[in-house]
């Protein structure tokens, strides 16, 4: 079993900043590509950011300059670092994962998701 675990979410007033992790745990043999989405009410899964296993990094433009990706492979961890957050960025931000398991395929995995909301 694998499991994406988010946490960092929050509220937060309008120019503020939060910091999102995601932990990987289970039975692991190596992670790929590694990134962020989010989804606000009424609107489709967007992607916010992605970062590969040798730190390449790709990034939605409405964040460009403002969010920051990146990882601890040793840990199994990425982050998402969260700056000038406007009332636009309120969604759930849901990390994700290409995964290879011992003696297996590579496998796409969701996390729960965790609540970001920004106040005006």
């Known amino acids: 079993q694998v499991q994406l675990v988010e946490s960092g979410g929050g509220l937060v007033q309008a120019g503020g900043s939060l910091r999102l992790s995601c932990a990987a745990s289970?039975?692991?043999?190596?992670?790929?590509?590694m990134g962020w989405y989010r989804q606000a009410p009424g609107k489709q899964r967007e992607l916010v950011a992605t970062?590969?296993?040798?730190?390449?990094?790709n990034y939605a433009d409405s964040v460009k300059g403002r969010f920051t990706i990146s990882r601890d492979n040793a840990k199994n961890t990425v982050y998402l670092q969260m700056n000038s957050l406007s009332p636009e960025d309120t969604a759930v931000y849901y990390c994700?994962?290409?995964?290879?398991?011992?003696?297996?395929?590579?496998?796409?995995?969701w996390g729960q998701g965790t609540q970001v909301t920004v106040s005006s």
């Open positions: 289970g039975n692991i043999f190596r992670i790929n590509d």
């Open positions: 994700n994962a290409d995964i290879r398991r011992f003696g297996m395929t590579i496998y796409n995995y």
């Open positions: 970062i590969t296993s040798d730190g390449s990094t």
